[in-house]
C-alpha cells in the first residue's frame, strides 16, 4: 500500500494543470471527433445582413470522423445562434456549424472525455446487465446451499470492501451534486479534463480526490481478495461486491436530487456499513493449522484445512 500511495501521489503531481475557470469551452485548433450518425456543414461562410435560409450548400460528416474547429464567427442577426463554427475534416472538407448543433455532436478529442461521454450514454445499460448477473449468482448460491464468501452476508476479513463502497458512495454524492448544481464546472471539466484534482472548484476537487482512493481502494480490494479466497470464490465475491458497487452508486445520485435526504441517507449507509465490520471482523477462531484467524469453523480459505 505505501508504493500504491507513492504512485498516486506522484501522478498528481505530473498531471496536467486546469484551466481557469474563465476558460472558453473550445479554441482553434482544438480536436474533436463526430458521436452521431452524421452532422451537415454549411459550405458558404455566414454572412452580416444575409438571410440564412440562402445559404443552401451544405457538406456532411459523419460518425466517428475527425474535426478541428478553425474559425468562428458571431452572426447577431442570426435567430436560431448567433455563434457558428467553421469545422475541417480534412483541407477539402470544411464548413460550418451552428454552436449548438456541434457542442451536441462532438467529443472532444481526450481520452478522459471519450470515457465521461462513454460513461454518460452507456453506464445504465451496463449497471443494469452487470447487477442482474450477479442476483442471479446470489440467488444461485442460495438455492445451491453453497457457503461461498459474499459481500455484506458472508463476507472476508478486510476493511478494503466496506472503505470502498463508503467511497463510491460519497464519489456518487459528489458527481450528482454536480451535474445537477453546478453543471458549468462540469460542462468546462468535460471541454478540459485532467486527472490533478489541485487548482479546480472544491466541488469538483473533491469528487477528483475520490475517484483517486476509489482507485486505489479497488487495487487493494482485489489483492485482499485474492489472497484470502480460491480464484473461482474471489471471482464470485467479487461479482457480488461489483453488484453492491451499482446498486450504491444508482441509489446515491438519485437521493443527490433531494440534499436532506442524501446526507441523512449517506451517514446511516456509513454507520450501518462500519458497525457490520466491526461486529463482524473480531474472528472467533484461528485455523488449526496455518494459524490463520477463521469467522467460522469448516474449511480454512488460506490452507484448505479443515476445522472443527
Known amino acids: ?3 500504491i500511495r507513492l504512485l498516486l501521489l506522484s501522478l498528481l503531481f505530473v498531471s496536467c494543470y486546469y484551466q481557469e475557470e474563465d476558460a472558453t469551452l473550445y479554441e482553434v485548433g482544438d480536436n474533436f471527433e463526430l458521436c452521431v450518425d452524421s452532422l451537415k456543414l454549411q459550405s458558404n461562410e455566414p454572412l452580416h445582413n444575409q438571410p440564412i435560409d440562402t445559404l443552401c450548400e451544405h457538406l456532411t460528416v459523419y460518425y466517428g470522423n475527425p474535426l478541428v474547429v478553425a474559425e ?12 457558428w463554427v467553421k469545422l475541417a475534416r480534412d483541407q477539402f472538407t470544411m464548413g460550418w456549424a451552428h454552436q449548438h448543433d456541434f457542442t451536441e455532436s462532438v467529443v472532444p478529442d481526450d481520452p478522459i472525455s471519450r470515457f465521461i461521454h462513454f460513461f ?5 445499460g451496463v449497471f443494469l446487465v452487470v447487477f442482474a448477473v450477479s ?8 438455492l445451491g ?24 458512495a460519497a464519489s ?19 471541454y478540459h479534463p485532467t486527472l490533478n484534482p489541485f487548482g479546480l472548484p472544491l466541488i469538483l476537487s473533491l469528487f477528483l480526490c475520490s475517484v483517486w482512493v476509489l482507485l486505489v481502494l479497488t487495487i487493494a480490494t482485489i489483492d485482499e481478495v485474492l489472497k484470502q479466497l480460491p480464484v473461482s470464490e474471489a471471482l464470485l465475491y467479487l461479482l457480488s461486491l461489483l453488484g453492491c458497487c451499482i446498486l450504491c452508486y444508482l441509489l ?5 436530487l433531494s440534499p436532506g435526504v442524501s446526507y441523512i441517507l449517506f451517514a446511516l449507509f456509513v454507520l450501518v456499513l462500519l458497525l457490520r465490520y466491526f461486529r463482524n471482523s473480531r474472528p472467533r477462531y484461528l485455523c488449526g493449522s496455518c494459524g490463520k484467524r477463521l469467522k467460522e469453523l469448516g474449511k480454512c480459505p488460506h490452507c484448505g484445512a479443515e476445522n472443527k
Open 120 to 124: 454518460s450514454v452507456r453506464h445504465l
Open 135 to 142: 442476483l442471479i449468482v446470489l440467488f444461485w448460491q442460495i
Open 172 to 190: 456518487a454524492l459528489l458527481y450528482a451534486g454536480i451535474q445537477h448544481y453546478v453543471p458549468e464546472t462540469w460542462v468546462l471539466y468535460y
Open 252 to 256: 446515491f445520485t438519485l437521493a443527490a
Open 1 to 3: 500500500m505505501r508504493h
Open 145 to 168: 446451499k453453497r457457503k461461498l464468501h459474499v459481500f455484506f452476508f458472508r463476507d472476508i476479513l478486510s476493511p478494503y470492501p466496506t472503505y470502498l463502497l463508503i467511497t463510491l
Open 72 to 83: 468562428t464567427a458571431i452572426i447577431p442577426e442570426d435567430s436560431v445562434d448567433s455563434v
